[in-house]
């Protein structure tokens, strides 16, 4: 009977839900942030509260850059320009690679370049490459979007002293506890003491959590986690593995908090042997430092650029014109749907911007983009 109550109460939950969402679209409102990418969004609605996310690709192809316009960028837009009062979004960024400095200067370029149409490189826009100082007209672009800024870093907070997994977990267990209520139990945990005697120990446990406001989403962006601190005598492999199984997991599953993990390729992925079979996309096989974090996410996807190995066409796409400014993102797995599915992006690595191209065979629509 005790388990004929328990599983009644949690499909009453998931029919709630149901109901709920189902309502929601009726009145035309959204039951996730869409990710900016019309077609894709077919396949891959957009971000989803409590779902775990898996960003790849091989060194310097971009992963940060389409973790920052699909996780970053497009949320907060989209957050600003949304009229609905019970929505909040607030987006906690783990810099494990750059400074926060170094993130708002890249957040500058892009704002410039979506605005003005006007292309500056972090490096240019401090002046560091020859010829390159930039004119009064940018600076004045930068002085006047400072309230622009302002009310953007009340939305994504940048963190870049922590860099072990505990910590970042303590952080976020620590907003979670500011903006919501936990449920406590007790729990008895056996284990081993230095003489090898068994041990027997009643701990307090956080058995649920209730949010003050449901309507908020909370998405915790580690960039990227190869960089991870290992903690006592961990190694990066175990460092990753506890951080995603056991922390990653409980901030989604417990929370409802939107997990986003940069996680680069190994570099085998590009080398000769996966050259000459034409596997050089990014894969699941191909994570670098710990392969199981795939199966902790719900989604993963990859990030590819076929013009770095000198291919012609990709995806239909002519790659001798595009260039370097051509991105393939792969669905590499989604728990919930559909995996394996491409969609073309154009490209502006300097700027950090991302589009969705036309399909292959809208060559009119394609030519503005050559």
Do not use: W
């Amino acid at each position: 009977m005790e388990k004929t109550s328990k599983s009644s109460l949690i499909f009453d939950e998931v029919l709630a839900k149901i109901k709920k969402n189902k309502e929601i679209r009726e009145k035309n409102g959204f039951t996730c942030i869409p990710l900016g990418l019309p077609r894709f969004e077919n396949i891959l609605p957009g971000i989803i509260q409590g779902l775990y996310y898996i960003v790849t690709a091989s060194s310097g192809v971009g992963k940060t850059q389409i973790t920052k316009h699909v996780f970053v960028n497009n949320p907060f837009k989209f957050y600003k320009n949304n009229t609905n009062p019970k929505f909040k979004l607030k987006i906690f960024y783990f810099a494990l690679e750059e400074s926060k400095q170094a993130f708002i200067l890249s957040m500058i370029s892009n704002y410039i370049f979506e605005n003005f149409n006007k292309q500056y490189s972090p490096l240019e826009l401090e002046s560091y490459l020859k010829g390159s100082n930039i004119d009064s007209e940018t600076v004045n672009i930068i002085e006047n979007a400072r309230d622009y800024f302002k009310d953007f870093e009340e939305v994504v907070t940048i963190i870049d002293h922590i860099y072990n997994p505990t910590g970042i977990f303590k952080y976020m267990e620590s907003y979670a506890e500011q903006n919501g209520t936990f449920q406590r139990g007790k729990e008895k945990v056996v284990y081993r003491d230095k003489e090898n005697n068994r041990k027997e120990e009643i701990k307090d446990i956080i058995t649920g959590y209730t949010p003050t406001n449901p309507d908020e989403y909370v998405i915790i962006i580690t960039d990227h986690i190869s960089l991870l601190h290992p903690e006592q005598r961990d190694d990066l492999h175990q460092t990753m593995s506890k951080y995603s199984s056991e922390y990653c997991l409980k901030m989604a599953k417990r929370f409802n908090y939107t997990i986003v993990n940069v996680q680069q390729q190994s570099a085998a992925q590009e080398g000769i042997e996966n050259h000459k079979l034409s596997k050089l996309e990014p894969s699941l096989n191909g994570l670098a430092d710990n392969k199981l974090t795939q199966r902790d996410a719900d989604i993963v996807l990859g990030l590819f650029a076929p013009n770095r190995h000198e291919l012609k066409t990709h995806s239909k796409y002519d790659i001798e014109k595009f260039k370097d400014n051509y991105r393939s993102l792969n669905i590499l797995k989604f728990r919930q749907g559909v995996s394996n599915v491409r969609v073309g992006l154009y490209f502006r690595g300097e700027s950090n911007y991302f589009e969705e191209l036309p399909k292959a065979n809208e060559l009119e629509k394609l030519e503005k983009y050559y």
